[in-house]
């Protein structure tokens, strides 16, 4: 019943932008707190971003914090994430997931490479 849907990965080089999207169905976007979520190759999943039902409040990891931004569209019922200043460890799987990390999207590849 619940989708999410992840779309917009490539292959970018160091210090480019890439905006990633997640596309939902089957319960209230505007109502859910949503989060990004990444997983280098080996590496454990780390956590990325938050964002509250509004918008209007959002966190992001430290690792990331100043370069990614995260965002939402409720009447669309999509969650972005917008990347700058791509780097190499950078590269990895991205995933969207609802509040509580009930439900996770398949993922989406971003690649930074020259």
């Known amino acids: 019943q619940v989708q999410l849907v992840e779309s917009g990965g490539d292959l970018v080089q160091p210090g480019g932008s890439l905006r990633v999207s997640c596309t939902t169905s089957?319960?209230?976007?505007?109502?859910?707190?949503m989060h990004w979520v990444r997983q280098a190759p080996g590496k454990d999943l780390e956590w990325l971003s938050t964002?509250?039902?509004?918008?209007?409040?959002?966190y992001v990891a430290n690792s990331v914090k100043g370069r990614f931004t995260v965002s939402r569209d409720n009447a669309k019922n999509t969650l972005y994430l917008q990347m700058s200043d791509l780097k190499s460890e950078d590269t990895a799987l991205y995933y969207c997931?609802?509040?509580?990390?009930?439900?996770w999207g398949q993922g989406i590849q971003v690649t930074v490479s020259s």
């Open positions: 997931c609802t509040r509580a990390y009930r439900y």
């Open positions: 089957g319960y209230i976007f505007g109502s859910s707190y």
């Open positions: 964002i509250e039902p509004s918008g209007e409040i959002t």
